[in-house]
């Protein structure tokens, strides 16, 4: 089994930045990649970004293209989001999860995942 801890969320200013750090323990050797979610109230949770664990390719959700990048530290086993320019909309609890067989980043994909981190954005 894989455990993951996020951490990094807070209340930021639209504009600012935040960076997310999803930190992974167990049985990492089987990551085949790593992926962001979130989830704001009322609404489903959707993909944000993705990230293939030995290659390091990347993938975004058209909303935060631009703003937001996914990284890995494979010697800390860690995953990374660094989100700048907050807008309002991207107030959710984001939830890192970890797909040990492909890059489908389809959630059902996932095998494990966080306990999430909240991240709200004043206007």
């Known amino acids: 089994q894989v455990q993951l801890v996020e951490s990094g969320g807070g209340l930021v200013q639209a504009g600012g930045s935040l960076r997310l750090s999803c930190a992974a323990s167990?049985?990492?050797?089987?990551?085949?990649?790593m992926g962001w979610f979130r989830q704001a109230p009322g609404k489903e949770r959707e993909f944000v970004a993705g990230i293939s664990w030995l290659g390091g390719n990347t993938v975004y959700a058209d909303s935060v293209k631009g703003r937001f990048t996914i990284s890995r530290d494979n010697a800390k086993n860690t995953a990374y989001l660094q989100m700048n320019s907050l807008k309002p909309e991207d107030t959710a609890v984001y939830y890192c999860?970890?797909?040990?067989?492909?890059?489908?980043?389809?959630?059902?994909?996932?095998?494990?995942w966080g306990q999430g981190t909240q991240v709200t954005v004043s206007s």
């Open positions: 167990g049985r990492t050797i089987s990551i085949f990649s």
């Open positions: 999860a970890e797909d040990q067989y492909g890059t489908n980043w389809r959630e059902y994909e996932f095998d494990y």
